[in-house]
Structures are given as C-alpha cells and as structure tokens.
C-alpha cells in the first residue's frame, strides 16, 4: 500500500500542508523506535553515552574508584598521578573517588527532580487546560503566584530555613520552586490540543473526561512531556550544586556542590590546587551538557522541520548540473 | 417524482443556537442556527448545503448534542432529546447519531493504531461483547468500509487521507448507528477519491440502512448521494425537498445563485449572478426581514420587515422567500 | 524583434535532498508561456504542482533544490540567480499569489502597511505614490480603498484573497503565478474572483500560472492545461483539447470523478488506488497500478512525453495506437 513519502510536503486537496504525516518514525516496538532514533542522531547518540557512563558510575561507583571519597589518608595536595587520578585536596583526600563517589547524590537530586516536577506540572497544567473555566482560573492562578517569584532567592530561603539541605530538603526545594514554569508550558500546549477533532471524537463517542486527559491528551504529548524532564533535571543539577556551593547543602554529603564548597573554603584556585575547583565544575558541566544534548536531540526527532539540513553547494551564478 | 414516504427517524423544530460574542460585558449574540425545523427519514441521505457561516456545522453539533440548542427541540424516534439524562441514554443517543469529521488528519489520534478509535467505541456502546468478539467486529466494520481487516495495525501516518476517512465511518458503524451525522467528509480529500466514499455512504444506506446527514459546500456531490437536499443561508433554511426537485426547479434565489456558482466544465459559465461577491452575513443580533435581501435582485418592500417562513411551494419542496411564495411560479433571480 | 516568451522551463526537475536519498519531486518538466497566456497546473496531493510554482517563482528553500534544467524569465535563466537579481525581477516583473491569505498576509499590520512595505522594497516612492497606487489596486480588485487601514482578520476570505491580488498587482508584472488562491472559498465566492482574476489579465495582459486541484473550475478561464501526476507531465494542450479528447486514461479519470450537477446522473468510479509514494515508484509507467487500460508493457516500459495531433500525452498505449479512442468517454463529456 503506497503511503505518501515522510519529508516531502503532500498537499490536500484544499486542506493543510502536510509534511507527510504526524509521525516520522517507523512502526514497531516503542523502544525498537527510540533505539533506531538514538542511533540515527548524532546530538542523541553523544548524550545517551554520556548519560549512561554517569549513571553507571553512580550504580558502581566502586569498580573505577577503590578509594573511599571521604578518607583522608593520603598525603595533602598531591598533582595528578596513577595513584590518584587527579590529586588530592587540602585535606588528603582523593579527588577522583570523591567526584565518582558524588555522582550519585547529584543524579538522585536529578532524577528525583525531574520525575517529581514533570509530574506536577502534568497534572496541574493539562487538567486546568482541559477542564477549563473554574478549575483553570484557579489553578492558573496557582502557578503563575510561582511563576513570578524569583526562583532563586526562593530556593536560598526555603534551604536556609531548613537549617541546611539534606539532599531530600533540597529535592523538595528545587520542585516546589520549579515545577510552575513547565505546568504554564504543558497548559499552552494543552489548550491548542484541545479542539483537535480526535478529541472531539472522543467527547462525541462518550469518553469519560478523565479518560481523555490521560489516555488521549496526554501521550500525545510526550515529547514537551521528555523534553520538561530533561530541562528539569538540568536545571535541578545547576540548582543543587549551587546550593551546595554556598552553604546550603549538607557539606557532609559527597557531592560535587559540595567539593566546590569546600574547594571555596580553601581557597583552591589561590593556593595552587586547582583541579579541585575545576574538576567538580567540569563535571557539573558536562552532565549538564548531556541532558541539555538529549533535549535538542528529542525535538529534532519530534519535529523533523529542526533537523540539520545538509548544506547544499550551489556555486553563485554557475548553471546547475545538465542545464541548458 | 416523489418517492414512498419514509418511517421518520429524527425530526428538529424550531432549532436554535446562538453563541455570545465579545467579551463578559458584550450583549452581542452570534445568531448561527435560528428557527430551523426539518426531518430526516429513515434509509435516507440528506444533503445540508450552504456557505462558510450558514450554520451547518453548528446544526451537526447540536444534533450531535455537542452544543445544547439554546430552543427548539429534538425528536430522535419520536422521543425528545433534552430529557436524555442518564450516562446510559447518553451513550446510547451517541452510539446511534455518530458524526464523522471533516479533517482526515486531525480526526485521529496519532499516538493510536487505527483500530483504537473502533475498540473504544465497541468497548463503551456494546460492553457485552468479549475482547475477541471486539476484535472481530472491528475487522468486519473495517471490510465494510473497504479498508483490509489487517490495516487494523497501522498507525494513522502510514494510510492516505481516504483510508483515514473510511476509518472514521468505521468508528462510526462499529456503534450500529441510525444515523451518521458526515460533516463535509470529502472536503479535503483529493477529487479523484471523494467518489469513493461518496459511494461508501451510498453503500451504507442501501445494504445497511443507515441514514446519512451529509453537510457539504459541494452541490454536486450531493446531488450524486442525496436523496434530499437542504439549503442553508445565515442560519436559516432557504429551501428543502427532493434533490433532484431542487435543482431542477429551484425557487429560492439565493439557490439559484448557489447553482449558478458551480463550475461545470461541460457547460459554458453562467453569466448570471456575476456580480454577486459571495459573501454571506454574519448574523449578529439580526433585525426581522429576509436576510437575502442585500444581495437578491427581486427583493421587494416586505422583505425588508417580515422574515420568510418556510412554505410548501410544490409537493414536499419548501422555500422560505416572499416572492416565490408570493404565486411567482418560477422566480428566476439568477438564471 | 522576435518575441520572447514570458517564460520558457526546460527540462526542470526538482529533488528533495533526505537522509535516505534524493526524492525527485518534479521529474523533467517543459513548458513554455507567451504573453497574457493563462496556463492551468492540475493534478492531485503528491504530484509535484506546488513544487512546480516554487522552483518557478525561485522559492525553493532546502531540502529542495533544483537538480536539472532552466527557468527562463524573459529570455534569461533565473535558476542559479544570487537574491539580489532576483530581488530586481521579484514583484515587478514577476509575483506571486498563495493559497491561504490568512497564512499569507501579516496578521498584525493592515493592508496598507504590506502594500507599503512591498512598494518599498522594490524602488523608491514618495509617500502620496504609494497611497496613490495602493488605492488603485485595491480599486482594480473591487475593494474600497477605505479598507487599506483594515486588518486582515476584519476582512472576508473573498476579500483578503483579492488584496492578496491587489498586492500581486502593485506593480503589474508581466508574470503572475497563483497557488491555489481559491480553494478555500466558497463556491460563490470562489466565481467571483475566478472572473475577477481573468478580467484583470485580460486588461493588462500578464501571463497566468494556475495550480489547482479543481479542474471543473479552471476549465473556464486557462488557455493551457497541464496535467501532473507522481511530478510528471502525464498531458498537455489547450483547454478544450483536453476536455473534449482527454488522451491520457488519468485526465479521463479525473473528469470522469466530477459528479455532474445537470445531465444524466451515473454511477462514477473514482481512480482506485492512491498516488505513488515518491521514493517507491512502480516501474514503468508511473500510473499503470491504477490505470483501467494497463497492459505488460505499462509495467516495464516509461513512457515518454510526445505529441499526439495538438496535444502532448505520456502514454504507451495511447501512443501506439492501441487505445481505442473512444475508451473512456463513457458519460463523462455527453454535452
């Protein structure tokens, strides 16, 4: 059966530009799909490496680190060597364990964050935007209150009064002050779902409303859905290691927030130790790079019109290829 | 030529819509639908024909009680619709007056296979069946509509814009209806694929005895399924009867100008109603008078104070219009 | 001196440069247009017109691209042109009118601002020029001057589509290419600028590109046809060859599915099947799947575009002979 070619606009009668249907990817099983456009990608194939060596080292982080991250045994601020991968600090400790050893408070802090915010701000935002009237004044009203509060200063408060963040007093911090600006999002894209004919069906053939939140609106919008998860898990890594950086956190936890405390405290980059500044910051960096990697990557394959066009040589004034 | 009379199934009297415009503090009042009263029989296909703003699809909606007529009432056979209460009525008046939407790429999600809209639809309106039986059922309204039992699986990117239009009758016939209420379903569809389904709904009403309510811009097309047609202007019935009764004698002027618009390549074009720009009012707290006026050429003084009411002009072909009332038997305004 | 045809496209083809190789939309296409000559673009979604009027108005932006041929405009070739030149040509010599104005036009600032804005982009002109040639486009087209401070949204589909022309006119070209400009007007409405546009070219004699799906419509007003199926030209005359002899089996198959409003009504059969998917096309003759009259041979060999009496056709049957020549009239043309 011939089916119209994905790509190429095909034009109805009378009716909208389409780019060849909704969906660009083959049929077949959901992970089968994500596999091949992780593959197809390359944005995607860097971040998902990325990703996935940090989160192996935070599952094990003892098989590249034998030292224990807070022990400080060793000699005081040893250069890079194959004992210690990148020195030691002030206090004797290995750098290198510690930054492995971190991994794992930092992607907990992500993760949770993400799951968490994305949550909220599905529930809130796509009910106010399918419920309409009432229920979306006031829980718009709800969100936006959030919205206009300076993030920031908000999430130093909340820290503070908690007299220092456990990693759970933060996870809640960073959701309670984020999950406003995704809700608005997903609500704005719920609203232009909403008089969509195959909603209208539903409504039509008796669908429950519940119904047709979750199972007809909400898988439509997976991708703002993955790419809010993304960007909230981003955000809460910044977030998190700054706290930790200026005091917030618990500076007992192994984490790179707060290596980059203590590095502060010591005034590394003065004293001559600066990998112990640098690294944590390198870290946080390209943690940051990989979701922020996988989130561009999710919108090329979602919307195929992003995707990077292969530049096409046309020579100025010369006449194209067999023209006459 | 009149055809036996037919069991009624779905009568309207006195249907009325209108919307609010402006904002909370405005009294304006959109008038899309105003008095209109018709019937539909059974086993039978009704052309509803007008322009953007005529008020068709608004009609579909409030028979599809996706808007509640703000007067006038329902009958669905013999009973009224506005005393549907219970969730069961409800499912059932929506299993049996189904609609079938306009946009082959919008009207499906494209999360789902195809199938997902028939499944769901089974699930709600025959809960006695088993899964199995569901599935089978699917398979049959899919052969019914001319699509293979296996495009059940594909997902609605990989079929062209006429199969997703017959998945959409099939949604509509996995509820056994009564009648389908078809809002322009062939309007985007490439031409040489619209007789298709033309003949899909032709098919539905002979072997299955469904009845169709077929909204449309094109006359043409109606002609080729219609048994009847009604023609819309501002909200309003203009004229009604038998299809080929209409076309052949129409006596409503702006149905006359409406024929007169259709290009037929067999026939030079008509140099009647030339001048007219086809632009059809909005109907915003309308005063009393034809609303055809403006543009019609043999208007006269009454037009302008008392609003037409649909009359019998010849045997079971109406025309709301002063003058063909008025004894004229043939008006010709654009002809 | 001789006279130079408006325009003169030779062998164009058009290719969409994808991941998984190129996709040839327009595939060698030829024609050429004289002045004040009116040629129609027909065909179905898929068939490569709009991509057609882009490579011609040099719109195409990546992944299309020109692959082969030349686009003359008054003698020289415009396919390979830096944006400069071509800014020199676009507007005054040669514009273009798209299908939706509501997409087309700037939906916050008011005619008059665009027509400034066009006027400006294309020479210097004193302030009073512009309001001066503004409101006698707008008077070419029908529209009241007044509505030069109007927004597009104030005004009527019939309406933005013809300052959609009026803009087109500003600074009346020699070439005007349209995409479509009525399908998304009603049928009176549709007419009424159909007649408008045709009067205009007749009084200041540009030459028309017309693309459409709607061939009943354009019968009355080209004096050219071209018929593409799958980016090919499949056939190729005037207007009345083609609808009085259609040679090739999808001309008669896309005359035949125009239900008629006057005349005999008969049982039509559409084109079974469905355009061909670009990047999978069948071997042979790219229509044989859906062709009534395929033989072996339709299925091996491609066939060329040659002249047959006055008109151009890409068939083997036909071109051998062996199609009678009456195949496929049934009921389609009887006057």
């Known amino acids: 059966m011939a089916m119209p070619v994905s790509g190429v606009p095909t034009e109805t009668a009378g009716g909208p530009r389409q780019w060849g249907g909704v969906a660009q990817l083959p049929s077949g099983s959901a992970l089968g799909r994500v596999g091949r456009a992780i593959r197809s990608n390359r944005k995607a194939t860097v971040g998902t490496v990325l990703l996935v060596i940090f989160i192996l080292i935070a599952l094990f982080p003892w098989v590249i680190a034998r030292d224990s991250p807070t022990q400080d045994a060793y000699t005081p601020q040893l250069g890079i060597s194959t004992a210690h991968l990148l020195g030691t600090n002030h206090y004797g400790q290995d750098l290198f364990s510690q930054l492995v050893w971190g991994t794992r408070n930092v992607l907990i802090i992500a993760f949770a964050v993400g799951v968490a915010t994305t949550g909220i701000a599905v529930l809130i935002g796509i009910a106010a935007a ?50 406003s600006y995704t809700a608005r999002q997903l609500r704005s894209q719920a609203l232009t779902l909403r008089n969509r004919d195959f909603l209208e069906a539903a409504r039509v053939r008796g669908e429950r409303r519940l119904y047709i939140i979750v199972v007809e609106v909400i898988p439509t919008m997976t991708s703002l859905i993955v790419a809010s998860f993304l960007t909230n898990a981003l955000y809460a890594v910044l977030f998190a290691s700054s706290l930790q950086f200026i005091g917030l956190g618990d500076p007992n936890t192994v984490s ?31 943690l940051g790079a990989a979701f922020a990697l996988l989130n561009y990557a999710f919108d090329e394959v979602g919307n195929p019109a992003l995707r990077p066009v292969r530049k096409i040589r046309q020579r100025k004034g010369a006449q194209m290829e067999g023209a006459q | 030529m009149t055809s036996p009379p037919r ?8 249907l009325t819509r209108h919307f609010k415009i402006g904002g909370a503090l405005s009294h304006r009042t959109l008038h899309a639908v105003d008095d209109v009263s018709f019937t539909i029989g059974e086993r039978e296909i009704v052309a509803l024909a007008g322009e953007s703003g005529s008020g068709k699809s608004t009609i579909a909606r409030v028979l599809a009680r996706i808007y509640q007529p703000t007067s006038g009432e329902i009958y669905f056979e013999g009973k009224p619709v ?60 899919f052969e019914a509509v001319g699509l293979g039992a296996d495009m059940r699986q594909r997902f609605p990117y990989e079929l062209s814009g006429g199969q997703r239009q017959r998945v959409g009758f099939a949604q509509a016939l996995a509820m056994r209806p009564k009648l389908i209420l078809a809002d322009e379903p062939v309007s985007m569809l490439d031409v040489s694929i619209r007789i298709g389904l033309l003949n899909l709904m032709a098919e539905l009403r002979d072997t299955m005895g469904v009845s169709v309510l077929y909204i449309t811009h094109d006359i043409a097309s109606a ?15 203009a004229e009604s009867g038998p299809i080929e009764d209409v076309l052949a004698s129409p006596r409503h002027p702006y149905t006359q100008l409406l024929l007169s618009a259709v290009p037929d390549p067999r026939a030079p074009l008509s140099a009647a109603g030339q001048a007219d720009r086809g632009e059809p009012p909005k109907v915003i707290d309308p005063t009393p008078g034809c609303r055809f006026r403006w543009r019609c050429p043999l208007a006269i003084d009454t037009c302008a104070t008392r609003t037409p009411v649909l009359a019998e002009l010849a045997p079971d072909h109406d025309a709301a219009c002063h003058v063909a009332q008025a004894g004229a038997d043939q008006v010709k305004a654009f002809a | 001196m001789p006279d130079v045809p408006v325009l003169e496209v030779s062998g164009l083809c058009v290719d969409y440069v994808l991941d998984r190789g190129d996709v040839r939309a327009v595939d060698d296409v030829s024609f050429t247009l004289g002045r004040g000559e009116f040629l129609g673009v027909v065909g179905e979604s898929g068939c490569g017109k709009s991509t057609l009027l882009f490579a011609v108005a040099q719109l195409l932006s990546p992944p299309a691209r020109v692959a082969a041929g030349s686009v003359k405009f008054q003698g020289t070739n415009m396919v390979g042109m830096t944006d400069e030149q071509l800014a020199a ?113 007749l009084s200041y004699g540009f030459a028309v590109i017309f693309v459409t799906h709607d061939m009943s419509l354009i019968s009355h007003f080209s004096d050219q046809l071209m018929v593409m199926y799958a980016g090919q030209v499949d056939e190729f005359g005037t207007t009345r060859t083609v609808f009085d002899r259609p040679l090739h089996p999808y001309t008669q198959g896309l005359l035949e599915a125009f239900p008629s409003l006057r005349g005999p009504k008969v049982p039509l059969k559409g084109i079974p099947g469905n355009p061909p998917d670009l ?6 003759c790219r229509f044989h799947p859906r062709c009534p009259h395929a033989v072996d041979k339709c299925a091996q060999v491609a066939p060329e575009l040659v002249t047959l009496d006055e008109a151009f056709v890409r068939c083997l049957r036909r071109q051998d002979g062996s199609l009678p020549a009456e195949a496929g009239h049934e009921g389609s043309l009887s006057r």
């Not at chain 3, 990047?279 to 042979?284: H, N, T, V």
């Open chain 1, 130 to 179: 399918y419920l309409g009237g009432l229920w979306d004044g006031s829980l718009s009203v709800l969100t936006d209150v959030l919205l206009v509060i300076p993030l920031f200063p908000l999430l130093i408060i909340i820290a503070a009064y908690a007299h220092g963040g456990t990693t759970l007093v933060l996870i809640i911090a960073i959701t309670l002050t984020s999950w």
């Open chain 1, 256 to 286: 790179w927030g707060t290596t980059l405390y203590w590095a502060e405290n010591n005034a590394a980059l003065q004293t001559g130790e600066p990998l112990w500044a640098i690294a944590p910051g390198a870290c946080i960096a390209v």
């Open chain 2, 7 to 14: 069991a009624e199934l779905l009568r309207a009297e006195h």
């Open chain 2, 82 to 141: 506005s005393q549907i209460r219970s969730r069961r009525d409800r499912l059932r008046y929506s299993g049996l007056v189904p609609m079938v939407f306009q946009d082959p790429f919008g009207s499906m999600n494209p999360v789902f296979r195809v199938e997902h809209g028939v499944l769901r639809s089974l699930k709600l309106h025959r809960p006695e069946l088993s899964a199995q039986e569901r599935s089978a059922e699917a398979a049959r309204v």
């Open chain 2, 223 to 237: 002609r080729y399924v219609a048994d009847r047609l009604i023609v819309m202007y501002a909200g309003q019935i």
């Open chain 3, 89 to 201: 040509i676009r507007w005054r010599d040669m514009s273009v009118v798209m299908q939706s104005a509501m997409n087309a036009l700037n939906p916050v600032k008011s005619i008059g601002a665009q027509f400034k804005d066009a006027m400006k982009a294309h020479g210097a002109f004193s302030k009073d020029e512009i309001a001066d040639r503004s409101a006698e486009v707008l008077r070419m087209v029908g529209i009241d001057p007044v509505h030069l401070k109007s927004y597009p949204h104030q005004l009527s589909g019939g309406m933005r589509q013809r300052s959609m022309i009026a803009m087109a006119m500003l600074f009346t070209p020699d070439l005007v290419i349209m995409d479509e400009p009525t399908s998304a007007l009603d049928v009176v409405a549709q007419r009424s600028l159909m007649v408008q546009i045709k009067e205009l070219q």
């Open chain 3, 279 to 284: 990047a999978r096309l069948p071997a042979g």
